[in-house]
């Protein structure tokens, strides 16, 4: 496909999300942001899951981290959430550096490890600490406008996407990407080339933290209520899932997943909460026999 | 209060080494962390309380029941999910961490929220040292873990099919040049883990509430464990185990309850910050 | 002073020395060949170097530098560049991208940027121009080779170190990577450390030879006088 072509599709789809709030009800708004959220979160960690090959399981934690880090500042220090919410992105930033120079020297075992304790020891720690989280009760924490709006916040996330696939469209076709290729294709023989292969990953890990905290922070005002709820391994369970069928190492892949499993969701929940099941059996199925997800189906791959 | 939390400690710390076992095995062996290996710790004691409760079975053959079923189950899980991705190791964590999560729906849905507890061995309880009193099901336990701890030693330590397992985990090509079908190998190695985690699932069913999600704190703690006693080290599963059960538990009698789970956790980033191979473990992985 | 220079090399696996106090130099300029039969320690000792691995004792300097303990991709930057004995091409990337990975982190970012006609000129010299677009694993074993090297030669390396580049090639394939290995010394100025079993070639092309048997350095000479000599022939004969 020429980049003609594929500019005009982008616009296309563009214009598409751009008109959409104008014909729909606060319910469809609803998922919509729902599905913008995750479809930040997919995409990020995509970065490092199929792009340098690093299955980190702190994801939906560093979402956590960016959301309470923004909704304490606000709630006890008084912050604008705006502030809030990009400090909340630097908290977030820094503790994938912190933790990527921590393990990824050392493989992707220890990283999947390091990440799982690290989401594991966050979870403890804000559901105990209730003076200052409110633990399992939540912290309500105000919004980002004065007169709460769907439609605000459908194109603040749609923004926020837009950001977020900007930036990982540069990272993929730079030189950067270049080299993430290189290593997922053959580690050894990038590092004997001159690939400092620590160093591209721990890179792409704080980016895929960051953003993950940008989403986490947005989300949380967006819901006005924060919960021990959004840095749990279901929540990372959900964008793992989402982005092994929409297509792990592809570009456009865990978009589509976000996507087509939330609305998914809100079909399945007619008949009561199963919709966990039913994605982990079509993940379960398309990582075994379609790694390349619904996206490599399009295009003809296995 | 101290001399009941060590014996707590040692009661779980005996249960998380056998956990921790059936993990260094499929880890030594396959390079492969299986993330369901929790699920597969509570099933058995979903099984066992089947067979006990549902079916009216003694409880002796309703846990060696539930223990091979469980193995079965990691021949099948071993055969058509994980032996596809050999080599690639991300995909087999991915796999892995999704069955995790389909089955513990799927025992929601099948077996309900409400803890099930298969009938206890042995009723009453023992005055222990003259300091305290404590349940004789969970010495029992404890009798019991020690045993099976002791007899996988003693099958990698003096049975042929032993020294194979050991061979292989420390170099697999070697093994597969000197005529060891790894395929076979990987099967069986991979449904042992699964038995051994079974194994301490129907040990600790009777004390612990079986419900669906309760197999995850075992796991995770089984693979901190792993990472504390070094990878490919059994008896760095044993010593590991040990000081997890007492770390947590001592750190649950006096420090906090609610943060009795963090323990395990900080111990892992001591560990990889400090030493990562662990207290026995290799040097270079 | 020798361009690179490794002193009293011992590597140990578990209950192994796979080298035993080697010591080597090379001269710029030079072809050195590194022969002895199997299990001598010859892929251990480049992987030394390479950085794959530390030693477990002994110093390796280039250009009086110490550089034992650098990881496989600060050696590279410095300008020693290996191939594999079993090649590693990137298979999901064409032949261009290939080298484009070597060129762009070993060059400075304005040079970076004109990867494409370095690359192109590279490609020319190991005469893999048409293959340029190709995926890397759709190649023949003679192309792969040829871009094993290729990528090598991208790195704008000093130093090339060659792992047995000539296993699996007929008779006229040898003599087209005799041509160009021996182009590289002549018009390119390299120094070449190089792996081999195939005797005729390195006794055609090498300076010097380093025999190595079972860890140790057994001797070292000129081809002509390595191949005559006893221990040698025993060396090989016994495997």
Redesign the interface.
């Known amino acids: 496909m020429s980049n003609r072509n594929k500019s005009l599709i982008v616009l296309a789809i563009a214009g598409v999300f751009g008109l959409l709030p104008l014909g729909l009800d606060d319910y469809r708004l609803h998922v919509l942001v729902i599905c913008l959220n995750y479809a930040i979160l997919a995409a990020s960690w995509n970065l490092v899951a199929g792009y340098t090959g690093q299955v980190s399981f702190a994801h939906a934690a560093f979402a956590g981290v960016g959301a309470y880090t923004s909704g304490m500042l606000a709630v006890h220090l008084g912050f604008n959430p705006w502030l809030g919410i990009v400090i909340g992105t630097a908290v977030a930033g820094l503790a994938g550096f912190l933790i990527g120079v921590l393990c990824l020297r050392m493989g992707g075992i220890y990283l999947s490890l390091t990440t799982l304790g690290f989401s594991q020891i966050l979870h403890i720690v804000i559901t105990n600490e209730y003076e200052i989280t409110r633990g399992t009760m939540g912290l309500q924490v105000p919004a980002l406008m004065s007169v709460y709006s769907k439609t605000a916040y459908f194109y603040i996330m749609l923004a926020a996407l837009i950001v977020t696939l900007l930036i990982i469209h540069r990272i993929i076709y730079s030189n950067t990407g270049l080299n993430f290729r290189a290593v997922q294709n053959d580690e050894t023989a990038a590092a004997a080339l001159g690939v400092n292969v620590v160093r591209v990953r721990v890179m792409a890990f704080t980016v895929s933290s960051a953003l993950a905290g940008m989403a986490g922070g947005l989300f949380g005002h967006y819901l006005l209520l924060i919960t021990p709820q959004i840095p749990s391994l279901d929540q990372q369970f959900l964008v793992l899932a989402m982005t092994v069928i929409g297509g792990m190492g592809s570009f456009i892949g865990p978009v589509i997943g976000a996507f087509m499993l939330n609305i998914l969701a809100e079909y399945i929940r007619a008949y009561g909460e199963y919709h966990v099941l039913v994605f982990g059996l079509v993940a379960l199925l398309m990582a075994r026999f379609f790694p390349h997800g619904v996206v490599g189906l399009f295009k003809g791959k296995r | 209060m101290f001399p009941l939390a060590v014996t707590n400690g040692l009661v779980m710390g005996v249960i998380y080494a056998l956990a921790a076992l059936g993990v260094s095995l499929v880890v030594g062996i396959m390079r492969v962390i299986n993330f369901a290996h929790g699920e597969l710790f509570i099933l058995a004691g979903y099984f066992s309380y089947l067979f006990a409760i549902t079916l009216g079975w003694h409880f002796l053959p309703a846990m060696i029941m539930a223990v091979l079923l469980v193995f079965c189950l990691g021949l099948l899980i071993e055969s058509t999910l994980i032996r596809p991705t050999y080599g690639h190791e991300m995909y087999s964590l991915i796999l892995t961490f999704i069955l995790s999560i389909v089955l513990q729906n799927a025992y929601l849905l099948i077996f309900g929220p409400y803890p099930q507890k298969p009938p206890a061995w042995i009723s009453g309880s023992t005055h222990v040292l003259g300091l305290f009193y404590y349940g004789n099901q969970r010495l029992a336990a404890l009798l019991a873990g020690t045993l099976i701890i002791a007899a996988v030693f003693s099958v990698l330590k003096f049975t042929w099919f032993g020294k194979i397992l050991r061979a292989a985990s420390q170099d697999r090509e070697m093994a597969q040049f000197n005529g060891v079908n790894t395929t076979r190998l990987n099967m069986l190695s991979f449904g042992l883990g699964c038995a051994l985690a079974g194994t301490a699932g129907v040990i600790l069913a009777p004390v612990f509430p079986v419900t669906p999600s309760a197999g995850v704190h075992v796991a995770l703690t089984a693979f901190v464990i792993v990472v504390l006693g070094g990878m490919g080290s059994m008896w760095g599963c044993v010593i590991g185990g040990l000081i997890l059960g007492l770390v947590e538990n001592l750190g649950a009698a006096f420090v906090s309850t609610g943060y009795k789970h963090i323990f395990g956790f900080m111990i892992l980033i001591l560990v990889l910050l400090i030493r990562p191979a662990g207290l026995f473990g290799r040097k270079e992985i | 002073m020798p361009l690179l220079e490794g002193r009293q090399l011992s590597k140990r696996f578990g209950g192994v020395w796979a080298l035993q106090q080697v010591d080597f130099f090379l001269e710029a300029g030079e072809i050195v060949g590194l022969i002895g039969p199997n299990g001598a320690g010859k892929t251990t000792l480049f992987n030394s170097v390479?950085g794959?691995?530390k030693p477990t004792t002994g110093r390796i300097f280039f250009r009086g530098v110490d550089i034992t303990a650098k990881?496989?991709?600060d050696i590279?930057?410095l300008g020693i560049?290996?191939t594999?004995q079993i090649v590693?091409?990137?298979?999901?990337?064409t032949c261009q991208?290939n080298l484009?990975?070597?060129f762009?982190?070993?060059h400075h970012k304005a040079a970076?940027k004109d990867w494409a006609s370095s690359t192109h000129g590279i490609l020319e010299f190991v005469g893999l121009t048409d293959q340029m677009l190709t995926l890397a694993k759709n190649l023949t074993l003679m192309e792969k080779k040829k871009l094993e090297l290729a990528?090598?030669l991208a790195?704008n390396p000093t130093i090339l170190m060659l792992d047995e580049v000539l296993g699996g090639l007929n008779t006229q394939e040898i003599n087209q990577a005799l041509n160009l290995i021996k182009g590289l010394r002549d018009e390119k100025g390299l120094t070449i450390f190089w792996i081999e079993h195939v005797m005729g070639a390195i006794m055609q092309a090498a300076d010097r030879v380093i025999v190595l048997d079972q860890g140790t350095k057994l001797m070292e000479g000129q081809p002509g006088d390595v191949v005559i000599d006893q221990r040698v022939i025993k060396a090989y004969l016994g495997e």
């Open positions: 390479a794959a691995f990881t496989p991709y590279c930057r560049a290996r594999f590693r091409p990137f298979p999901e990337m991208e484009q990975v070597a762009v982190n070993n970076g990528r090598a790195t």
